[in-house]
């Protein structure tokens, strides 16, 4: 079955340090990648996405991702990190247009002063 | 930009109470969800919609059904709520156009079942 794995359920990072968030997928074939953002009592904002292509994506308040085929990952760096950038973060994929968004658990990011 | 409307942010409900989620979306999106958030567990599919009058099954459809009669409106429904419902529902579109199809979310239901 197709699956998004985010192996850290919450991360805490000093303001200022960089930050790598991990998100694994399980189906062979590329699917359409993706990293939402919810801040708290908000619903989700899309981050940046990966079609094709250039496999470093650039998105939203500095974040970037690098889809890396070979180990089926897409991680979400940003390389200092701010206050406001606590909040929980969502890997989802899909497989073809039209498809069904499939999310991974979650990752939550605290950011200590 | 698009909205997506929840209009409750906030319920309480008591067990076997009969619950309507509503979700109206301003820009002629084709394509509606519903789905679960619950901690450590992401969001989960519980239903959605390609078109008016249609509807399919996601990955947790039990204990829920969906209605869609008009194209802005995608309504859920808790026919007997029970406290396993308990949790935050969040309603997304989307306009099915060529490339990776971006969901816009709403700001989500948080429903408590007593």
């Known amino acids: 079955a197709q699956s998004v794995t985010q192996p850290d359920i919450h991360i805490t990072v000093s303001e200022g340090a960089s930050l790598e968030l991990r998100c694994n997928y399980s189906?062979?074939?590329?699917?359409?990648l993706f990293w939402y953002v919810q801040s708290p009592g908000q619903g989700l904002q899309l981050l940046l996405k990966?079609?094709?292509?250039?496999?470093l994506v650039q998105g939203n308040k500095g974040f970037e991702a690098e889809f890396k085929r070979s180990q089926s990952s897409f991680n979400l760096r940003k390389p200092s990190v701010h206050w406001s950038d606590a909040a929980e973060y969502f890997c989802?994929?899909?497989?073809?247009?039209?498809?069904?968004?499939?999310f991974g658990q979650g990752t939550e990011l605290s950011v200590k002063p | 930009d698009v909205k997506v409307t929840q209009s409750s942010r906030y319920l309480v409900k008591r067990t076997g109470e009969k619950v309507f989620l509503e979700c109206v979306q301003d820009?002629?999106?084709?394509?509606m969800f519903w789905y679960r958030q619950d901690p450590g567990l992401g969001l989960r599919l519980i239903y959605f919609?390609?078109?008016?009058?249609?509807?399919e099954k996601g990955d947790i459809p039990e204990g829920y059904s969906v209605s869609r009669e008009k194209k802005e409106r995608f309504s859920l429904i808790l026919e007997s709520a029970s406290t396993n419902q308990t949790s935050m529902y969040l309603c997304?579109?989307?306009?099915?156009?060529?490339?990776?199809?971006?969901?816009?979310f709403g700001a989500g239901s948080r429903l408590t079942v007593l």
């Open positions: 189906y062979g074939a590329t699917p359409y």
């Open positions: 997304a579109s989307r306009f099915p156009g060529s490339g990776a199809n971006v969901l816009t």
């Open positions: 919609s390609y078109d008016v009058k249609m509807k």
């Open positions: 820009m002629d999106h084709e394509n």
């Open positions: 989802a994929v899909h497989y073809n247009q039209g498809g069904k968004l499939i």
């Open positions: 990966y079609f094709s292509g250039d496999t």
